[in-house]
């Protein structure tokens, strides 16, 4: 692995104190903080410069432990059993420890479990974890480490760079709707998934 076991050691630390964190996913590089820390998504609102209705997803190191914070039907479950680890976001209804200030207030979020080894041995350690591009909204999202915001860098507490991320960004589907929200990687899978299960 790429990233010493004290560094990701170093960012769990930093996420259990409400700080924020870099960190390499399989497709572009995420920012990470408490995603049950309502204080904590502030903070990844305000270094992302993002509106606040428009919500975060979480992330966990394996699908059965995104069930301790959502909801999920059969087909729901057999997707994720699919598609996870890997770069798909599943959008779900959420369980009522889940804050709404990283939902934007609503029911459904999105659960991601990245299929990236650094990503999976930090989620090993704290989670769950936001699960959003660290970027400044509105701004490219960053595959290599070196491009990082001076801006958003000046609120980040640390940095996991595993080297440069594929770059194409996770596909965002609700199952129990059979619909794609956002096309990403691997969506022409998920596209023929949803039409097998209608």
């Known amino acids: 692995m790429s990233v010493s076991d004290a560094d990701l050691d170093a960012a769990a630390a930093a996420i259990e104190d409400g700080g924020l964190v870099v960190y390499p996913t399989e497709t572009v590089y995420g920012l990470g903080a408490d995603a049950l820390d309502p204080d904590a998504v502030e903070r990844v609102f305000e270094a992302k410069q993002r509106s606040r209705d428009k919500p975060l997803s979480f992330a966990f ?7 301790e914070c959502v909801r999920v039907g059969e ?3 057999e997707f994720m059993t699919e598609f996870l680890p890997g770069p798909v976001t599943v959008v779900c209804e959420k369980h009522a420890s889940v804050p709404d200030e990283l939902t934007g207030g ?13 990503a999976l041995a930090l989620l090993e350690r704290v989670a769950p974890i936001t699960a959003t591009s660290a970027n400044v909204s509105g701004r490219p999202s960053v595959t290599d480490p070196a491009e990082l915001d ?25 199952v129990e709707a059979g619909e794609i929200l956002r096309r990403g990687a691997n969506a022409a899978a998920v596209e023929r998934w949803l039409r097998e299960h209608e």
């Open 61 to 67: 190191p394996d699908a059965d432990s995104a069930l």
């Open 75 to 77: 087909t729901e479950r």
């Open 106 to 118: 609503r029911e459904r979020v999105g659960v991601r479990v990245p299929d990236h080894e650094v």
């Open 150 to 174: 001076d801006e958003l860098l000046a609120n980040v507490d640390a940095v996991l760079d595993a080297g440069e991320a594929a770059g194409t960004e996770s596909t965002v589907v609700d």
